[in-house]
């Protein structure tokens, strides 16, 4: 069955980086878009950003736009959030998310999150 295991997540500095990564399994990794999604506490789900099947073309919420940095390698089945220049708000329950098809639309499996917390 499908898994999606995320990790990379902590604690950092207003202003500091961190980097997520999502290991996917059970599925053809390489055919399906992939996604980052967050929720802060009280708050609903805010979608971050996307990545097409073959890496072609990624997608980002204004809110992390210039910041945040989506990638992925198909041949490790991995997907990676790279957050720059961090702020409070960014304080959240990361989730990674598979598409149900090549392009970053609708989604059917999640992972369980990893932990961002951005404090001094």
């Known amino acids: 069955q499908v898994q999606l295991v995320e990790s990379g997540g902590g604690l950092a500095q207003p202003g500091g980086s961190l980097r997520l990564s999502c290991s996917a399994s059970g599925f053809t990794f390489s055919s399906f878009a992939m996604t980052w999604a967050r929720q802060a506490p009280g708050k609903g789900l805010e979608w971050v950003s996307g990545i097409y099947n073959d890496g072609s073309a990624t997608v980002y919420a204004d809110s992390v736009k210039g910041r945040f940095t989506m990638s992925r390698d198909n041949a490790q089945n991995t997907v990676y959030l790279q957050m720059n220049s961090l702020k409070p708000e960014d304080s959240a329950l990361y989730y990674c998310?598979?598409?149900?098809?090549?392009?970053?639309?609708?989604?059917?499996?999640w992972g369980q999150g990893t932990q961002v917390t951005v404090s001094s």
């Open positions: 998310a598979k598409a149900k098809a090549y392009a970053p639309k609708e989604y059917d499996s």
